[in-house]
């Protein structure tokens, strides 16, 4: 199977992880904060581990670039750089039927940006090896489910209806299939030893900045315990998926 085939099915499989949105409104707004605190938590260990234990090694044995962790930093400043640029202003109009927050139409574009570099990021590791490209897309969904969740609620609380949240939702995160397009004709080139470690300062930069600092606003003990566990629960998904795919 070629690798823009195995991208091109990992990236649809990543699109419609964003109807995960859909507990938003299956699930009462108490149990669905005990559920994202344990899927941030899992999600932040993916990605941490994702770039510790496949894409940074991998980078360091594949292509042995003397600047590896140099392009890890630019990859992480990069991310951070992106962040500021796609934030928001907060509206203070009341949410109405006949009025949608500005925040809902920048959280789309935002997820849209995001979503195509998720396409990018999967193609990329494709190119480089099956497994790490698995691995990766396996650190995607964890962090897409929490995100797409949450999108969706912001997005209803904007202004949107369900129905046209969902399938928004879903439209944008069609974008990473335009991603993987792009990452393949960018591993055409002699790019690789580059890619992988920006790839990797991204993971770090989503999961140390923006998920790490979610679970540290729960207060209480016991759920605090849990996102931890699932957090290591992350990294051992990582580690198990880097011994069974290389055994």
């Known amino acids: 199977m ?9 990236t649809f499989a990543v699109s419609l992880v964003s109807f995960a949105g859909a507990l938003t409104f299956l699930l009462n707004a108490k149990r669905l904060n005990r559920f994202l605190i344990l899927l941030i938590g899992l999600a932040a260990g993916t ?8 894409l940074i090694p991998e980078a360091v044995e594949e292509y042995n670039h003397d600047r590896t962790f140099l392009y890890v930093l630019v990859g992480f400043s990069a991310f951070f750089a992106v962040e500021r640029l796609l934030h928001w202003h907060h509206c203070h109009q009341q949410t109405r ?7 809902t139409y920048m959280t789309l574009i935002g997820d849209t940006v995001h979503n195509f570099l998720d396409g990018v990021f999967i193609a990329v ?21 929490p995100q797409e969740i949450s999108d969706v609620g912001v997005m209803v609380y904007g202004g949107f209806s369900k129905r046209k949240a969902l399938f928004f939702n879903f439209l944008t995160a069609l974008a990473a299939v335009a991603g993987a397009l792009a990452g393949y004709f960018l591993t055409l080139d002699n790019f690789m030893g580059y890619i ?17 600092p979610e679970l540290h606003k729960e207060q209480r003990t016991n759920r605090s315990f849990y996102s931890f566990v699932s957090f290591l629960v992350g990294l051992i998904i990582m580690y198990y ?4 795919l290389e055994g």
Request: charged letters at 10%.
């Open 196 to 212: 992988l470690p920006f790839i990797a300062g991204g993971f770090l930069y989503v999961g140390a900045s923006d998920l790490i």
């Open 97 to 103: 039927k006949d009025h949608v927050h500005t925040f």
């Open 125 to 145: 590791s494709f190119a480089t090896d099956i497994r790490l490209g698995v691995a990766t897309t396996v650190a995607v969904i964890m962090h897409e489910i």
């Open 241 to 244: 998926l880097r011994v069974v």
């Open 2 to 10: 070629s690798v823009l085939l195995y991208s091109f099915l990992a």
């Open 47 to 54: 990605m941490i581990g994702g770039a510790f234990i496949h």
